[in-house]
């Protein structure tokens, strides 16, 4: 069966940096799109950040443009997010999720599969 795994999050200080990784297994890592979302208490989940199949196309929320960096390995099925200059709103629960097409899309239903979330909390 699909299995998305996130591991690194943790707790950093403002202005400090994060890596944020998801392995995949049981898919075709390399033909799909893969996404960041981020869930904060009492609010949506929100894209973060989204990458084509290839990895050469990426989408960024306003928020974080310029500070975070989606990338993904397809020989490791591995797809990662670099957090810079974190702030406190950045605080959340990070997911990663696969879609079972090739682009990049930015709504949580356009996800067919997502892993268990990981912690990230930016202290002031």
């Known amino acids: 069966q699909v299995e998305l795994v996130e591991s690194g999050g943790g707790l950093v200080q403002a202005g400090g940096s994060l890596r944020v990784s998801c392995s995949a297994s049981g898919l075709t890592f390399s033909s799909y799109g893969m996404g960041w979302f981020r869930q904060a208490p009492g609010k949506e989940r929100d894209i973060v950040a989204a990458?084509?199949?290839?990895?050469?196309?990426?989408y960024y929320a306003d928020s974080v443009k310029g500070r975070f960096t989606i990338s993904r390995d397809n020989a490791k099925n591995t797809v990662y997010l670099q957090m810079n200059s974190l702030k406190p709103e950045d605080t959340g629960v990070y997911y990663c999720a696969c879609t079972l097409k090739s682009g990049y899309y930015t709504q949580v239903y356009s996800y067919d599969y997502w892993g268990q979330g990981t912690q990230v909390t930016v202290s002031s």
């Open positions: 990458i084509n199949w290839s990895g050469r196309v990426t």
